[in-house]
C-alpha cells in the first residue's frame, strides 16, 4: 500500500499507553500477591469452595497444597438422598474435587482425617481439636510458606471454622495468613457473593485473563453436584487479603447469619463459643495475623 512499509504499522500511542498501563496493572497486583504465588496451602471446607474463592488464582500458583476439611457431604438426608447414601455424596465429590483441581493443574490435594474417616459437614466447629491436629501435621509435611483460607463472614459455619483454624495454624507455625470471600447474608436479607463483608483497604483483585475464566468455568462445571448451586457464582474478579484480625469470640456480625437464615439448627453463638472454648482450654490468643 502506497505510504506504508510492507509488513508493519505503528500503533496509536493512546494503544500503546493503555497496553503499558494494563501491564504495569498486571505486575502490581502479582506483586502484591507475591506471597501466595510460592508453596502456599489452601485451607477450605468442602470441595468446590476453592473453584469460587481461587479458581484462577490456583492456576498461576506453583505448588499449591489443597486442604479440603471436610467430606462435603452432611448428616441431613436431604443433601444426599437422590445419591443413595451420605458416603456415596461424600466419595462423589471427592472425585468431583480430584477431576476439577486436575484441571487447575493441582497436584496436591489433602482430604482432612478425622481417625479412620473424615470431618462431616457442617461440625466442624465441634471438632476443633482433632481439626487443628490433623492440619498442623500436614503443615510439617508439607512446609507450606503461606496459608489461604475462606473470611471469616457467616457464610456457612464450616467457612468460619477454616477461618479461626488457619488463624491458629499461622500463629503456631509462624506463617503468614491470607483469606478470600465466598458469601454472606447482608443485614437486608440479600446474599452477597465473591466479596468482602468490610473492606479494610488491603483487598486485591485478581482479574483472571479470558483462558483463566475458560479453565475455571471448566472447573465449576466438574462439581456437577453443585451444579444449581454455582451457577449464582462468576468466574470473573477474585478477592484477596492478607487475614484480618478477627475477634471469633463473636459471631462475623450482628444480624442473622446466612446459615441462620436457612433454618439450619446452628447459631453463630453456638460456633464462636467453641473457638472462645477452644482458645480458653489451650490458653491461647490468635494474634493478628501476618
Known amino acids: 500500500m502506497k505510504g506504508h512499509s510492507a509488513g508493519w504499522f505503528v500503533l496509536p500511542s493512546q494503544f500503546l499507553n493503555q497496553q503499558r498501563s494494563e501491564n504495569l496493572h498486571l505486575t502490581l497486583v502479582m506483586d502484591a500477591l507475591s506471597p501466595l504465588l510460592g508453596k502456599t496451602m489452601v485451607i477450605i471446607a468442602h470441595p468446590d469452595d476453592e473453584a469460587v474463592g481461587c479458581g484462577a488464582l490456583l492456576q498461576r500458583m506453583p505448588a499449591p497444597v489443597v486442604v479440603f476439611a471436610t467430606d462435603g457431604a452432611p448428616r441431613d438426608a436431604y443433601f444426599w438422598e437422590k445419591y443413595g447414601s451420605r458416603q456415596a455424596y461424600a466419595e462423589l465429590r471427592q472425585g468431583e474435587a480430584r477431576a476439577a483441581l486436575g484441571l487447575a493443574g493441582v497436584q496436591q490435594i489433602e482430604f482432612l482425617q478425622a481417625g479412620e474417616g473424615q470431618f462431616v459437614d457442617q461440625e466442624l466447629f465441634r471438632c476443633l481439636a482433632p481439626a487443628l491436629e490433623s492440619l498442623s501435621a500436614l503443615v510439617r509435611r508439607h512446609r507450606p510458606e503461606a496459608l489461604l483460607t475462606l473470611a471469616y463472614e457467616g457464610g ?60 475455571k468455568h471448566r472447573i465449576l462445571a466438574a462439581y456437577a453436584s453443585q451444579g444449581e448451586v454455582l451457577k449464582q457464582f462468576s468466574a470473573a474478579t477474585e478477592w484477596f487479603r492478607p487475614q484480618a484480625a478477627h475477634d471469633y469470640s463473636q459471631p462475623p456480625h450482628a444480624g442473622v447469619l446466612n446459615y441462620e437464615a436457612w433454618g439450619w439448627p446452628i447459631k453463630g453463638s453456638e460456633v464462636s463459643a467453641a473457638f472462645a472454648n477452644f482458645l480458653q482450654s489451650t490458653e491461647l490468643t490468635p494474634a493478628s495475623p501476618s
Open 156 to 215: 456457612h459455619p464450616d467457612h468460619d471454622s477454616c477461618s479461626f483454624l488457619t488463624t491458629v495454624l499461622a500463629r503456631s507455625f509462624s506463617l503468614p495468613a491470607w483469606e478470600m470471600p465466598l458469601y454472606f447474608r447482608r443485614t437486608d436479607g440479600t446474599a452477597l457473593c465473591q466479596q468482602f463483608r468490610v473492606c479494610n483497604g488491603s483487598e486485591i483483585a485478581l482479574e483472571p485473563t479470558t483462558e483463566e475464566q475458560e479453565v
